[in-house]
Structures are given as C-alpha cells and as structure tokens.
C-alpha cells in the first residue's frame, strides 16, 4: 500500500467526501491545500460526451480568459520579412522560417505557441509529427495561422488559451495560479467553461459536458458542478 507524506495525507482528508460543488467552494478548497514550494497553477478537465474519432464530434477552440493565466507563454512564429518584424516588435521569443525548421526537426522546442502566416504553411507542414502530439501546430481555426501576427502574438502572451478535447473526449487546461485571488480563478474557470460549451460539435449526441473536475498541479482533484460551473 502506498505511503502518502504529510501535506499530501492533509489533502486528501480535506477533501474527502467532497464532490459536485459550486465552482466557488472547488477554488476555495483547492487554494487552500495548494501549498507546494512553488505557485500551483489551478486545472481544469472536462470529460464531455464527444467521440472524437468521428470530425463532426471534434471540440476544439481557444480563450482569452480575463485574468490571464499567470504563465509566462513562450511564442514562436514562422514568418519572413516585414511580418517576421511584426513578429518580433509585438513580443515573440523566437522567430524564423527554415531556419526555426531545422531547429525543431534537431529536437529543440522552446515555445509554448507556435503562430505562421499562410505562406509559411508548407515549411510547418513537414513538422506535423513533431509539433502535432504537442498540439503546437499552427491552426487557422485557433488563430495560429494568420497574416494578423501581432494580434496573434499579443493574444498568446496576454493569456489566451487553446483547447482540444483529446481521446475519450477529454478537455484540459491549465486556468490561473493558486495565488490568484478566488474571484479572478471563478471568473477564468467559467470564461473557459463557456468557450468550450460554445464549441459544442454538430455531431455531439445526449450529454455534451458530463463532468468537470478542477486540482492544483500537486493537489488531489474534486468535481464541479456542471450547471453552476456552465452558468454565465
């Protein structure tokens, strides 16, 4: 039987017998046993009624959420000439084209978000191995593959959030730090409940969200509930 330390074994107990609370009471209780050595970021995973093997169940999108996410996202973009310029005025950590190619193709990725003008599509193409599995690749329907560089750079350092329901119909995402205050977190959680109700697939039969779980990154995790967390 496996031996919990201390602060994990309060946890636990804290939260025991614990399960489909209000969205309020989930971040109160979650704050209150984040207490790593480090700033927890606060998670969110919804298990929604999709089969992602069929196109027309896909759920995919993004989020600004209005508090940001307390992360520090680094950006790559591929681009040439005037707009790798933007690129790079607007805040981006890396920029390039065939350079920033051989670069990932070596094995190092340094960056959070990956964003490409049109033109450069066929250079990123040959990485969708390698930035696909990461959900790094550039993606017109997120925002990533734009002529808008600024736009697109600015939004990923100001705390947008893309999301994609993985198999089993799995959404997850990172939505704040435990240090955040409990009103800036409720706001953020319901921002990106109501992103991903809003993406609800046309193929999407019965339930759409069926349960919606929120922990800290060293904290045990507890239910919410869906109407009150789905509630604007």
Same mark, same amino acid.
């Given at each position: 039987?496996?031996?919990?330390?201390?602060?994990?074994?309060?946890?636990?107990? +804290?939260?025991a017998?614990?399960?489909?609370?209000?969205?309020?009471?989930?971040?109160?209780?979650?704050?209150a046993?984040?207490?790593?050595?480090?700033?927890?970021?606060?998670?969110?995973?919804?298990?929604?009624?999709?089969?992602?093997?069929?196109?027309?169940?896909?759920?995919?999108?993004?989020?600004?959420?209005?508090?940001?996410?307390?992360?520090?996202?680094?950006?790559?973009?591929?681009?040439r000439?005037?707009?790798?310029?933007?690129?790079?005025?607007?805040?981006?950590?890396?920029?390039?084209?065939?350079? /920033?190619?051989?670069?990932?193709?070596?094995g190092? @990725?340094?960056f959070?978000?990956?964003?490409?003008?049109?033109?450069?599509m066929? &250079?990123v193409?040959? /990485?969708?191995? @390698?930035?696909?599995?990461r959900?790094?690749?550039?993606?017109?329907?997120v925002?990533?593959?734009?002529?808008?560089?600024?736009?697109?750079?600015?939004?990923?350092? !100001?705390?947008?959030?893309?999301?994609k329901?993985?198999?089993?119909?799995?959404?997850?995402? !990172? &939505?704040?730090? +435990?240090?955040?205050?409990?009103?800036?977190?409720?706001?953020? @959680?319901?921002?990106?409940?109501?992103?991903?109700?809003?993406?609800?697939?046309?193929?999407?039969?019965?339930t759409?969200?069926?349960?919606?779980? /929120?922990?800290?990154?060293?904290?045990?995790g507890?239910t919410?509930?869906?109407?009150?967390?789905?509630a604007?």
């Amino acid at each position: 039987m496996a031996k919990f330390g201390k602060r994990t074994r309060a946890a636990r107990e +804290a939260f025991a017998g614990k399960e489909d609370l209000t969205v309020e009471a989930a971040v109160a209780l979650i704050k209150a046993n984040a207490n790593a050595k480090f700033d927890e970021t606060v998670e969110i995973a919804m298990n929604l009624g999709v089969d992602t093997r069929h196109a027309d169940q896909m759920v995919r999108g993004v989020v600004g959420l209005p508090n940001g996410t307390g992360k520090t996202m680094r950006v790559a973009v591929f681009a040439r000439g005037a707009k790798a310029d933007e690129a790079t005025a607007a805040g981006a950590d890396i920029v390039g084209a065939e350079d /920033l190619m051989e670069t990932i193709l070596s094995g190092k @990725i340094e960056f959070d978000r990956c964003i490409a003008t049109p033109d450069m599509m066929p &250079v990123v193409g040959r /990485l969708g191995k @390698i930035l696909g599995p990461r959900n790094l690749m550039p993606n017109p329907k997120v925002g990533t593959v734009t002529m808008d560089v600024k736009t697109a750079v600015e939004a990923a350092k !100001g705390g947008e959030v893309q999301f994609k329901a993985e198999k089993g119909g799995v959404v997850h995402a !990172g &939505v704040g730090k +435990a240090s955040f205050d409990e009103a800036k977190l409720v706001e953020n @959680i319901k921002a990106f409940v109501s992103a991903v109700a809003k993406a609800k697939p046309t193929g999407a039969k019965g339930t759409y969200m069926k349960k919606i779980a /929120l922990s800290s990154t060293m904290g045990p995790g507890v239910t919410v509930n869906v109407d009150n967390a789905a509630a604007e």
